[in-house]
RNA sequence: GGUCCCGUCGUCCAGCGGUCUAGGACGCCGGCCUUUCAAGCCGGAAACGCGGGUUCGAAUCCCGUCGGGACUGCCA
């Protein structure tokens, strides 16, 4: 048989990464069994879903990597794979199973099921205990399915084994709102069904609604997918990652200058190894060996320092052509405007040795704007430490008369003028160099210097250098 | 309150009864390299929540306990 698996988005907001790395294990689980990946829109909430995060989700999974097989985009043979256009086929749904005694129609208030909810506390039971099918028929209202109370409800979990409730635990769940709209769990269920969907694997947080999947998917006569509940992504304080922990939503970490292979390989690693010692792999080498049965079951919390330490392995890994290609917009984003031909020449004789200093794209931007534009003003921390020492006037003036020799302007003729003052002068190397970069980029941490200054061009590094020896006095 | 889930270094991941004096990674500390910053290399500190069992033997199995989390809507 086939696997099918699917991701479910809301549309009422932007890609959680806890959402991404769920839809991550799904994709990796299609993958390794060659089976079917369905992107289906869970938007039975009108009133917050919207199309626009719906393109915003759908576009932030295709970055990260993920493509579906079957969804909005690419089709199907399942229509639209957007719940709110099958609302018909829920209805009808939800119609049947009152005809065929597994659901009723229910019209209380939502005063006296908080009665119910209450008394059940009270007596140290279940809010879930009371709602039951009232003694009176009622032939409107909302639709709610009936839990038999007869036996537990018992599953084998892919990652957490066998799981049991029992039945007066569960409540008498709405599926069809008095309105006539599905609720998640009718829609939901309904389509893992119409959809012939194998494995559901989603979320910790969703385990205690999984009863009420099961008992729905049996009331319509099929038997339920097998069910994997993936541990949550925790923020730093252990709490379910949200927006107060920071940066949630996938996007915010695209704009911070991740590469979307840094995040697919970090996210595979939360919750899920290889193999336990390698940390750093490829995509084929995931989908190789991913099994859900290997999901650990204890949460995992999420943290953007090794997510950063990754993001830079993964930059220092990429072939120099391509991190040019990668960090040109992100230069021209942090420059305001587009950079011309000579000034991208510039920045080519460097790129290689920004490539290895750059962990997120916008750095890359920082250390090289002394080459895209003028310095207004030092550094003042960089000034003071290295600026107001002793010598430094006379480091330059020598430093200038170096550079006279210079023949052809490069890094290798450079350094080979410039190698000979540390000894000429007693001083040690540092002493000597700190003082032009800090002249030549503005601050005392930059690339390589002979290369910063080859890159430069002579004219603009000599003058940037006199300018310097000047605010000396 | 109730139900369910979880519990190995600060963090992520290994470990599925003996090979664990518990392994890998991030981070941290120290050193080397060095024109700054990175990178790289070398070294170090750092964990089986606790208590009982079972067993010749337990991080691994069982029970209890403590701790954490999720859910508890006519949201998803």
Redesign the pocket.
């Known amino acids: 048989m086939t696997v099918r698996v699917r991701m479910?988005?809301?549309p009422?907001g932007v890609l959680h990464v806890g959402t991404a790395r769920a839809a991550l294990f799904n994709w990796l689980y299609a993958r390794h069994n060659d089976g079917v990946f369905v992107v289906r829109i869970?938007?039975?909430?009108?009133?917050?879903?919207t199309k626009e995060y719906e393109e915003e989700i759908l576009d932030a999974i295709t970055w990260l990597g993920l493509d579906w097989d079957e969804g909005p985009r690419v089709g199907g043979p399942h229509g639209t794979y957007r719940?709110s256009d099958r609302f018909d086929r829920y209805r009808e749904v939800a119609h049947q199973l009152v005809e065929s005694g597994h659901a009723y129609f229910?019209?209380?208030?939502?005063e006296e099921?908080?009665e119910l909810?209450q008394r059940?506390?009270?007596e140290?039971?279940?809010?879930?205990?009371y709602?039951r099918r009232p003694e009176r028929e009622r032939t409107e209202?909302?639709i709610?399915l009936s839990i038999p109370q007869d036996a537990p409800i018992v599953f084998d979990?892919l990652?957490?084994?066998?799981?049991?409730?029992?039945p007066e635990?569960?409540?008498d769940?709405?599926i069809?709102?008095?309105?006539g709209?599905?609720?998640?769990?009718l829609?939901?269920t309904v389509d893992d069904v119409d959809y012939e969907i194998t494995h559901v694997a989603r979320?910790?947080?969703?385990?205690?609604?999984t009863p009420k999947h099961i008992v729905l998917t049996r009331a319509m006569s099929f038997t339920e997918p097998v069910y994997a509940?993936l541990?949550?992504l925790?923020g730093?304080?252990?709490?379910?990652l949200?927006k107060r922990h920071g940066a949630t939503a996938l996007s915010e970490y695209r704009e911070a200058g991740f590469l979307p292979e840094a995040i697919f390989n970090y996210l595979a690693?939360?919750?899920?190894?290889?193999?336990?010692?390698?940390?750093?792999f490829t995509r084929e080498q995931a989908i190789a060996a991913f099994d859900l049965a290997?999901?650990?079951?204890?949460?995992?919390?999420?943290?953007p320092?090794?997510?950063?330490?990754?993001n830079?392995?993964y930059i220092?890994a990429m072939d120099t052509a391509r991190f040019e290609e990668t960090v040109r917009p992100w230069i021209e984003k942090g420059l305001g405007r587009e950079v011309t031909d000579e000034e991208w020449e510039r920045f080519r004789h460097v790129s290689a040795?920004v490539q290895?200093?750059?962990?997120l794209l916008p750095e890359a931007a920082e250390?090289t704007r002394f080459l895209f534009v003028d310095i207004d003003a030092y550094d003042p921390q960089a000034w003071e430490k290295v600026m107001t020492k002793d010598g430094v006037a006379t480091v330059l003036d020598r430093v200038l008369e170096a550079l006279d020799s210079v023949g052809s302007w490069d890094?290798a003729a450079i350094?080979e003028e410039l190698?000979k003052l540390?000894e000429q002068l007693g001083m040690?190397?540092?002493k000597?160099?700190?003082p032009?970069?800090v002249a030549v980029t503005g601050t005392?941490?930059?690339?390589?210097?002979?290369?910063s200054m080859a890159a430069l061009g002579r004219e603009k590094t000599l003058e940037r250098i006199r300018r310097a020896r000047g605010e000396l006095g």
Request: net charge negative; glycine share 6%.
């Open positions: 479910a988005p809301s009422t869970d938007d039975t909430d009108l009133e917050r879903s719940q229910d019209d209380r208030s939502s099921l908080d909810r059940a506390v009270a140290g039971k279940n809010p879930a205990h709602i209202g909302a709610r979990d990652v957490r084994g066998t799981v049991s409730f029992e635990d569960v409540d769940f709405v069809l709102r008095s309105d709209t599905p609720t998640y769990h829609a939901s979320g910790e947080d969703i385990l205690p609604s509940h541990p949550l925790f730093t304080d252990g709490k379910k949200s690693n939360l919750g899920w190894s290889l193999d336990g010692e390698t940390t750093i290997d999901v650990s079951r204890h949460p995992a919390t999420f943290d320092e090794k997510l950063t330490w990754m830079g392995e220092r040795l290895e200093r750059t962990r250390i890094h350094e190698r540390p040690g190397a540092s000597v160099f700190q032009v970069r005392s941490v930059s690339p390589p210097l002979f290369e």
